[in-house]
């Protein structure tokens, strides 16, 4: 029916366009099914819940370059000024921006002695009892920061309790244990009053991404990272109105970086983002330039085998057997092309994680790509079975 | 000949002109996706500061106790404590040796309409500028004196200057820095190595500092650095003073070596230095070690070329292979259609070989055009590149070598790809061709 044992041999006869074409199957797919492989980690990455209201916070830097001012007092009046723009509902100061890639961060221990207990390398924010709230975390065990749980100012003063993300209480104490344990740096010890599920660290992308430990302690340094936290609807004008808020209460200062935490991240991995648009790329001209081979070949091998196409329909062949004759043709090159692909991909995904460390191809990301494929070698040949099909009986009498 | 085979390529070319623009468009995408990712790679893998990559070389001491291990592939840290790189750059047997970090400023003038703005600052030593090849428009560095009672002299690059005074001749003008008052003694040419070669800590393609000052500032004005301050080492560090004598590390060292003599001379001194401190109780280790690595080297062991990078370098040559293979199909079927022209040529006396090249010439035409197409593509995609990520503003580009590899590239992969289609051509006898006319 399907007429298949011919097809092969006339495959046989002249090997060299059905290999091109399974050739560049092969390789198309193996890039593809790779290619979409790594797109859709970075996109995971990229989209992955980071537990902060990446929308209505405002992050930004205030270097206060005249050693004179009283800054603790000058942050106090800015954080009031801040939250009297319309549209703004917290405003304070923090030790370092989450997600930004700059920051603070040390080993904390489950023992005084850290050499004899369980160590993590953390992030750490330090900022008054009401971050949380501000940064829009919810505390899954435990309670949140109280008043009297804030320090100001001096080493001397260190707070004593502390709310770290899951990933810390985790690795310190076991899976799901931590809440009321203490943890240790240095000299300092804590006790962990709260547990968030997800928070990730400065830098969502490393060993510690998930990493950070909340320290109810306000300062203020030369160099002053500065939160806003405002309803999203509005968070564009009041990202204008900051600087020159900011400026009008004290001017020997610089504000920098006035931008959204959304952007903040973005920026954070943009490395990713470069990454997954240089692929797209990669993956639809490869589309287009191996459709346009399957097109091209198919045309080639009709207008070669056009009296032989002529002489079969002399011969009493359908157009229908024409039409299928080059489809099944067309499909057996892809089927096999699609063969060898998935094992070059499988093989390239292998030695793509051992060299440079990607995540291991999903053999279901194999599966779809060839099944794409493979529509897309059935459209591309459509066009020319029709033309190929419509080839007159009367050419096989023509010319012999 | 040549000229003849040309005019008949062109000729051929614009007798099917639909197939021979794909075949120019497969050429293009695949040499301006191979040649956009070759050229990022090429510019992170290129020597910075080539006349001078071999002398320069970074030096790392391993401070850190027994057991300690640091995220380099020989766990020595790359920069240096404040003590250490104090002491290397006041006693040395080399006279270009420098100690440097960054820092940034506020940056204003002394009148009520100047905005101050954040600019960074490289603090580092006098022989920074000659060591690094910095070419002075006015002036020069400060002196060994200046820089031993930390005067307040600044050198500025000529953008810095004409931002601030719409000129670079501007010796002698204060420029506030914080709430410093500076004197500029020294404006230098717009520099800009590709690679940050100097300080890879904060991303190996940040922009090069165009504002300088002394070393000893970091102590007079109790001036705190931009890049990373690690510590390996729990320390009860109060006060600025406590902090300078810490085992914290944060400062890069560099010296420049001329000679093999001069490498074993500085080796000598590091261990009788590192040997000496044992004995204060640091570097509390059974083997001293030290690393002195040269400019590419030093590249090479921070890991500058970004892996994403190699991966997208090799996928786009495979790209390129399946650009190739559509061609030679492509090529094919041209080819075989306009046999009999080739059995016409060969009937009135061409030789095989002839036949051969005349179609070789052809593709290496194609090859041309589709390379044409293939640049404007990549200067495409690199501004894509650059668009998405503002850090490779020096980088994404085509320079010199990656133009003229691209009409190199495109026309012999044409060629390789052209081979087969020719051989089968210019082999058909004459006269299966001759007989149907």
Not at chain 1, 288 to 296: E, K, M, S
Request: proline share 3%; aromatic share 8%.
């Amino acid at each position: 029916m399907l007429e298949i044992k011919p097809i092969i041999n006339t495959l046989m006869r002249s090997k060299a366009g059905a290999l091109l074409l399974i050739l560049q199957i092969a390789i198309t797919l193996a890039i593809v099914s790779n290619a979409l492989s790594i797109v859709s980690s970075r996109i995971d990455k990229l989209t992955e819940d980071t537990g902060y209201d990446e929308q209505g916070i405002i992050a930004f830097t205030v270097l206060t370059y005249n050693r004179n001012i009283d800054r603790a007092k000058q942050f106090k009046e800015d954080m009031i000024t801040l939250k009297e723009i319309d549209g703004v509902k917290e405003a304070m100061t923090v030790s370092s921006i989450p997600l930004s890639s700059s920051g603070g961060s040390w080993t904390v221990s489950n023992h005084p002695d850290e050499l004899q207990g369980k160590r993590v390398d953390s992030g750490y924010i330090q900022a008054n009892h009401r971050i949380v709230n501000a940064f829009g975390l919810t505390i899954s065990e435990g309670r949140d920061f109280e008043p009297q749980d804030e320090t100001e100012g001096s080493q001397d003063q260190f707070p004593s309790v502390t709310i770290v993300s899951r990933a810390v209480a985790n690795k310190l104490f076991g899976e799901g244990k931590g809440l009321n344990e203490f943890i240790y740096s240095g000299d300092n010890m804590m006790k962990i009053v709260g547990i968030v599920e997800t928070m990730k660290s400065q830098w969502p992308d490393s060993k510690m991404g998930d990493n950070v430990v909340l320290i109810p302690i306000e300062r203020s340094s030369m160099y002053q990272r500065v939160i806003v936290k405002a309803e999203p609807s509005k968070r564009a004008q009041v990202i204008k109105l900051i600087e020159p808020t900011l400026l009008e209460n004290e001017r020997q200062r610089v504000i920098m970086g006035v931008k959204g935490l959304d952007t903040a991240k973005a920026q954070t991995y943009q490395r990713d983002t470069l990454m997954i648009r240089m692929l797209m790329a990669l993956i639809v001209f490869l589309a287009i330039i191996t459709a346009l081979g399957i097109f091209g070949l198919t045309h080639f091998n009709i207008s070669k085998r056009t009296k032989q196409i002529g002489t079969r329909r002399a011969l009493g062949a359908r157009k229908s057997a024409i039409f299928r004759y080059f489809i099944v043709e067309n499909t057996l090159v892809t089927l096999f092309g699609v063969a060898v692909g998935s094992v070059a991909a499988i093989y390239m995904g292998g030695q793509l994680m051992a060299l440079y460390s990607i995540p291991a191809l999903d053999w279901s990301i194999v599966l779809y790509t060839s099944l794409v494929m493979l529509v897309m070698s059935v459209l591309s040949v459509y066009q020319p079975a029709r033309r190929a099909a419509n080839i007159s009986p009367s050419i096989a009498t023509r010319s012999i | 000949m040549l000229v003849h085979y040309l005019d008949l390529a062109w000729r051929n070319i614009k007798l099917t002109p639909l197939i021979s623009c794909l075949m120019v468009v497969a050429i293009g995408i695949g040499i301006g996706v191979t040649m956009t990712s070759l050229s990022v790679y090429h510019m992170m893998s290129s020597d910075p500061i080539p006349q001078k990559s071999s002398q320069l070389h970074a030096v790392q001491l391993q401070t850190m106790d027994e057991g300690q291990t640091w995220n380099t592939s020989d766990d020595v840290p790359t920069q240096l404590t404040y003590q250490d790189a104090k002491f290397l750059m006041e006693n040395s047997p080399l006279t270009h040796r420098v100690a440097m970090m960054k820092s940034g400023a506020a940056v204003h003038l002394d009148s009520p309409d100047s905005v101050p703005f954040i600019e960074d600052v490289r603090i580092t030593g006098r022989s920074f500028f000659s060591m690094f090849d910095l070419s002075f428009l006015h002036g020069g560095a400060w002196s060994e004196m200046q820089s031993e009672q930390a005067a307040p002299v600044a050198v500025i690059g000529e953008a810095l200057a004409q931002r601030l005074f719409q000129r670079t001749d501007v010796l002698g003008e204060s420029i506030y820095l914080d709430e410093r008052k500076y004197e500029v003694i020294g404006v230098t040419a717009a520099w800009q190595p590709a690679i940050k070669f100097y300080d890879v800590n904060n991303g190996p393609f940040q922009r090069a500092e165009q504002l300088f000052i002394p070393f000893s500032h970091i102590e007079a004005y109790e001036l705190h650095s931009w890049g990373n301050t690690n510590s390996w080492k729990n320390e009860e560090i109060r006060g600025r003073e406590q902090f300078l004598q810490s085992e914290m590390v944060w400062l890069q060292f560099w010296v420049q070596i001329d000679s093999e003599n001069a490498l074993k001379n500085y080796q000598q001194f590091l261990l009788d230095y590192m040997a000496q401190q044992q004995k204060l109780g640091r570097f509390n280790r059974k083997q001293l070690a030290y690393n002195i690595k040269p400019v590419n080297e030093w590249l090479e062991y921070n890991h500058v070329i970004d892996p994403d990078n190699k991966i997208l370098v090799g996928l786009s040559f495979m790209f390129l292979a399946v650009c190739l293979a559509n061609i030679l199909g492509m090529l094919l079927a041209k080819f075989l259609k306009r046999a009999p022209d080739a059995g016409v040529r060969r009937a009135l006396g061409a030789s095989k070989k002839q036949i051969f090249f005349q179609h070789l010439v052809e593709v290496a035409l194609l090859g041309l055009l589709g390379c044409l197409v293939g640049i404007l593509l990549a200067q495409v995609g690199l501004v894509g590149i650059r668009e998405t990520m503002s850090v490779y503003v020096g980088i994404a580009k085509m320079d010199w070598t990656m133009l003229l590899l691209s009409p190199i590239i495109a026309i012999s992969a044409c060629l390789l790809a052209g081979l087969f289609p020719a051989w089968v051509v210019c082999k058909t006898s004459p006269a299966t061709h001759l007989k149907v006319q």
